[in-house]
């Protein structure tokens, strides 16, 4: 090789054919391409235990591709497209381990735990840090764990399913904390404690982003329900003009200027600045680039269970927050199908308490209490630790904690209180409507006073403040003036103050018994 090269540098008469057999050696030889993984497997990571472990990447077409972790090795051979994957035999609560994975070069990754993995997404309130929750510096001193990881995937809509993403493992502690997702975090450490095994947090989250971004384009397509919102986005992207579009910011902007120019000289506050234009398809907003960016290039590593926090950017008035009803199951059954992996345990978080108008929020809830239905599901209710002026409650401790109660009772089989009283039929006797409850742990509690956030309606659907009592475990509403009381709503307003709890602490779920 070094000779054809010194010909084909040189100027005599063989320095043409030098030319050419360099170019048919170089066409007859491709770059083999080195072993690679995806970012998540990665130093600092955590596999799940007691499952089969997949461990996948790409190198050459046909490259024979070892993997050795925890005494066991793997062989297989990358397929036409460089694709390769292996799957290994159950682990153990264990570690820190090597994965060495070895082609034409050889890969390490260290530090490698195995115990419980959980995969934590949703929009602003899942991506709120533990630097923006209640008690930080207390929660800082308090976070020398590290056999607690957090692999944070960076924001990237996507038009098209990635194969990998950008992020990395980092182990907890006092430095590191602090960056961390809020509800996953203390989710996470609770299990870590009762357990007593490493847990892996995997927090793909978003903020400001609505249900239809984070599920699959081919579920969603096919969802009669689903197709008014698709034809708006298929409309916007239509009529998108990245010259007009650009020429009209340029003109906001200059506007801008001048006003921010203007308050500054005032002593007044500087309006916000124009966005620049994007094509609505790259938008975060966009249905399916947030599942084609930071879920897509997740699967198909091995999770115990997913945990969900969003809702708020799907509540902005009744028609979304009823179509939420739909949007809910389908992405859960959507993620469940991707993984391969049955029935995964899949939680989310009822929305908070927050004053805002109309209804949009109470059908979310709803929505979310009616979604129950699934199969390996579960839900905390949390109408008593929100804010009313702050759609980012601080209180994430309690929020991790519900859900921490959910899986130690759900997927770990532990004997405990997990959710609070939840309805399960009713009745009307004479002029009363009878409530029945479920989840009722240690009886029915009227929290700080007698029992309110009741409401009940005749046939006329005229809705009137309720007396509410406890007998039991039912409880038994009515009003005077409702003579042949036909429905009950309990806690039906975007920030209400009701106060039924069980006798484990835990608050009720808002809800109603009429229907649309």
């Not at 990358?78 to 290994?88: I, S, T």
């Not at 005749?458 to 005077?480: C, F, H, M, Y």
Request: hydrophobic share 35%; glycine share 10%; charged share 20%.
């Amino acid at each position: 090789m070094n000779r054809l090269c010194k010909h084909v540098r040189g100027s005599g008469p063989w320095s043409g054919l030098g030319v050419v057999l360099f170019g048919l050696y170089a066409l007859g030889t491709p770059a083999r391409a080195e072993v690679r993984l995806p970012k998540i497997l990665s130093d600092h990571m955590v596999l799940q235990r007691d499952t089969a472990v997949p461990i996948w990447g790409w190198s050459s077409p046909g490259e024979e591709v070892n993997v050795t972790l925890a005494g066991q090795t793997k062989t297989t051979k990358a397929g036409a497209d460089g694709k390769w994957r292996v799957q290994l035999e159950p682990l153990q609560a264990a570690g820190p381990h090597t994965l060495t994975v070895k082609g034409t070069n050889t890969l390490t990754v260290e530090d490698v735990l195995v115990g419980e993995v959980w995969l934590a997404s949703g929009q602003s309130n899942m991506e709120m840090t533990v630097r923006g929750a209640r008690d930080f510096e207390k929660e800082q001193a308090a976070a020398d764990l590290p056999q607690i990881r957090m692999f944070t995937v960076r924001h990237n809509p996507s038009r098209e399913p990635q194969a990998d993403c950008s992020g990395s493992w980092h182990i907890c502690s006092p430095g590191t904390v602090g960056a961390f997702s809020a509800t996953a975090y203390f989710f996470g450490k609770d299990l870590h404690q009762k357990l007593g095994a490493p847990v892996g947090l995997i927090n793909s989250s978003f903020g400001g982003t609505p249900i239809e971004a984070w599920t699959s384009i081919d579920v969603q397509k096919n969802q009669p329900e689903l197709a008014a919102l698709l034809a708006t986005w298929d409309k916007r992207a239509a009529e998108y003009n990245p010259s007009t579009a650009k020429t009209a910011y340029e003109k906001q902007l200059a506007e801008w200027k001048d006003r921010a120019e203007k308050a500054k000289a005032e002593g007044k506050t500087a309006p916000r600045a124009p966005q620049r234009p994007s094509d609505p398809r790259e938008q975060p907003h966009h249905p399916a680039v947030l599942f084609n960016g930071m879920i897509a290039p997740l699967i198909p590593y091995a999770i115990r269970g997913v945990i969900w926090y969003q809702g708020e950017s799907n509540a902005g008035s009744p028609r979304s927050g009823k179509l939420y009803g739909v949007q809910l199951p389908l992405l859960i059954k959507d993620w469940r199908t991707r993984w391969g992996r049955g029935q995964i345990p899949f939680a989310w978080v009822q929305l908070p308490n927050f004053q805002t108008s109309g209804e949009g929020w109470s059908y979310v809830r709803e929505a979310m209490l009616e979604t129950m239905s699934l199969p390996h599901t579960g839900m905390t209710v949390n109408i008593d630790i929100g804010e009313a002026r702050d759609i980012h409650p601080k209180n994430k401790q309690d929020i991790g904690h519900r859900l921490a109660l959910w899986a130690l009772a759900n997927v770990y089989g532990q004997h405990l209180a997990w959710s609070g009283p939840l309805p399960s039929g009713h009745r009307t006797v004479g002029r009363a409507v009878e409530l029945d409850f479920k989840h009722a742990d240690g009886g029915l509690v009227a929290k700080d006073g007698a029992l309110r956030g009741f409401t009940i309606a005749g046939a006329d659907k005229q809705w009137r403040p309720a007396t509410a009592r406890i007998e039991g475990n039912k409880v038994l509403v009515s009003n005077p003036e409702v003579k042949e009381p036909v429905a009950v709503r309990y806690d039906w307003s975007s920030n209400p103050d009701g106060n039924l709890y069980n006798g484990a602490g835990l608050p009720a779920s808002p809800f109603r018994t009429d229907k649309d």
